[in-house]
């Protein structure tokens, strides 16, 4: 009787797969990054608003003693960094979204295509000028 070897050969691969779930986390770091940047600044106003350099709530306080010094830093580097990984992985994606072969499978096309325009909206949000204050603030 014979049987077959099943341990020789490979899982199939999903294309696809590895890229969404890094554009879903991505996406999820970035989104914890500004709201813990919110959060601490409301923490001093005693009410959510976007921070602004010098303003009164903030202005004059020390938001980042001791250990938030290292949480300031995690902050500073995800939100300045993350959403260019955001930008390389969109254009990948795209790259990806137009071969034959990922036309094939539905669901792994949908989350990628989920994926994909998260992502783009990380790296929409970061242009923009809200962002670009909360940044701002965050270096100062």
Do not use: K
Request: glycine share 10%; no cysteine.
């Amino acid at each position: 009787m014979t049987t077959a070897d099943l341990a020789a050969t490979p899982a199939p691969r999903t294309p696809g797969r590895a890229l969404a779930r890094t554009q879903f986390l991505l996406v999820g770091v970035y989104v914890v990054a500004v709201s813990v940047a919110l959060g601490r600044a409301a923490a001093f106003s005693g009410h959510l608003y976007l921070p602004r350099q010098g303003d009164a709530a903030t202005g004059n306080a020390d938001l980042w003693p001791g250990l938030w010094g290292g949480v300031w830093l995690v902050l500073v580097v995800v939100i300045g960094m993350v959403p260019l990984a955001a930008a390389g992985t969109a254009l990948v994606a795209v790259a990806r979204l137009a071969s034959p072969r990922m036309r094939a499978g539905s669901a792994r096309r949908r989350s990628l295509l989920a994926g994909t325009v998260l992502a783009t909206l990380v790296v929409a949000a970061w242009v923009s000028p809200p962002m670009t204050t909360l940044y701002t603030w965050l270096v100062d």
